[in-house]
């Protein structure tokens, strides 16, 4: 139960971070963000454990969470003007 209550509250900081380093019309709301969060963290912590075999709540997990939170939101604005 903590395990999932401390993903929901990382991926909240980790989404709003990614969502204010961002630019641009990026989903809103209170569950989308903590998607956001959880998603980059899963593709910043795949890279971080590729190229630096990190552990995900270390300073470098987090770093490349909001790194790959940017990204998935970059992903999501390029998939969203495609639609539309």
Sequence with gaps: MLTILGWLIYGLIVGSIAKWLHPGDDPKGFLPTI???VVGSFIGGGFNWLLF?????SSSGVIMGILGGVLFCW??????????
């Design 53 to 57: 075999n990190g552990e995900p709540f």
């Design 75 to 84: 992903g999501y604005a390029k998939w969203k003007a495609k639609q539309g």
């Design 35 to 37: 998607g956001i969060g």
